[in-house]
């Protein structure tokens, strides 16, 4: 059974640090391009940021020169690395992975941004 499970969320201060990280089991998810999706209340899911199976990164405009998207692939594990947080970014963090037709989610992580 394939699972990805979220870790690292948590409030923290607005310019503070967090580090989420998504395990995935199951399968073998070095051909998988793996990712962070993002929903705030009442607002759609959007896009933070993603990597392929080959290291290239793509990043939503807001988050470009503040969050890096790293993988390891020995261990099944996608991580995403957010610096200078701003309240903006409180949401629902997600980790994705796709490859062609399949797209698998997990369960989310509250990133909370607050003095």
Excluded: H
């Amino acid at each position: 059974q394939v699972k990805l499970v979220e870790s690292g969320g948590g409030l923290v201060q607005p310019g503070g640090s967090l580090r989420l990280s998504c395990a995935a089991s199951g399968s073998t998810f070095s051909l998988y391009a793996m990712g962070w999706y993002r929903q705030a209340p009442g607002k759609q899911r959007e896009l933070v940021a993603m990597i392929s199976s080959g290291g290239s990164t793509n990043y939503a405009d807001f988050v470009k020169g503040r969050f890096t998207i790293s993988r390891d692939n020995a261990e099944n594990t996608v991580y995403l690395q957010m610096n200078s947080l701003k309240p903006e970014d409180t949401a629902v963090y997600y980790c994705n992975v796709r490859r062609g037709s399949l797209s698998l989610w997990g369960q989310g992580t509250q990133v909370t941004v607050s003095s």
